[in-house]
């Protein structure tokens, strides 16, 4: 249920209607947007509170939401959401690149990345510190090293950063070296890790699980959000389907459909979600023209001699930095902006 304002409200207003809703054993939550105020009443609310709240003065309506995902929804907060980090803004107008190896495997190797990246005007440094493998005997990171590795190459070259957790003890650590957290598709419903990353404030990139409908992928982000993060990002990845000459299929569906039902960045992963280097720049270029805020993509010096074999969907540097330069055309036809050149972020 949410509580729709009327324009002229005070804060002070507010504030006594959300007094009121959690005297009752429910949450409030407060989404100001450009043209409403809406609170959200999250949680088992007694039938009569809806009655009250349409008869409290400054309550302009009182909507039902039947999703069970509540705060991800863009009932609840209409207006997109823009997540600000060091000045990149990520659900405007900007397009943003995520670029860098599935995993962190040496200090020179993830600086060289870095520079390529920054080159070729990539926003964001990607790499795993923490790997988690479908077998039990693969390179599965080089762990907290490895965050310590990124962090500096991120501030060396002017790159935010973005690494993924798998468990809820290395949330803090990671959120201390790490611009954005990363939830892979396995842990998608790891609702103890979700929980605890909903007490921190860092941005979380939530990747779609591989066999998951849009419906569960919105509640694992309500997770989040209903914790108190408010900066979290979708990511479709690919889902599994009967075709195998791919990874996994890209539901570039998933993508326009996420801007409806949600108001959260939508990021696409075309690495992952084709497996196929010769597939990943067309597919990047696809994700753009379906509305993506963003792209994360794989990108190593020498990927055929990857540590955790997935140099199969990594671009070369020159693959990389030619994409970029054709995103940079194609980007202003689908309403984003992006630049080759940016401006060093300051910590």
Sequence with gaps: MIAVTNSSISDERIAEIVHHIEKTGVQAHVSRGTDRTVIGIIGKADPKLSEQLRQMSGIENVIKISKSYKLASRDFHPDNTVIDIKGV????DELVIMGGPCAVESPEQIDEIARLVKAAGGQVLRGGAFKPRTGPYSFQGVGVEGLEIMAEAGKKHGLL????????EYVDICAEHADILQVGTRN??????LRKLGTIQT??????????????????????????NPNVMLCERGIRTFETYTRNTLDLTAIPVLHQLSHLPVISDPSHGTGRRE?????????????????????????????TGDGVQSLFPDQFAKLLQDLEKL????????ETEKTPIHA
Excluded: W
Aim: aromatic share 8%; glycine share 10%.
């Design 89 to 92: 803004r990520i659900g405007g």
């Design 161 to 168: 950063t973005i690494t993924e957790v798998m468990t809820p």
């Design 188 to 193: 998608m419903q790891n609702f103890d890790l």
């Design 203 to 228: 941005p979380v990139l939530l990747k779609r699980g591989f066999s998951s409908t849009y419906d569960e992928f919105l509640n694992a982000a309500e997770y989040i959000l209903a914790g108190g």
């Design 279 to 307: 597939l990943v720049e067309t597919m990047c270029k696809a994700s753009v023209a379906a509305g993506a805020d963003g792209l994360i993509v794989e990108m190593h010096t020498d990927p055929d001699n990857s540590m």
């Design 331 to 338: 980007a202003p036809l689908c309403g984003k902006t992006f």
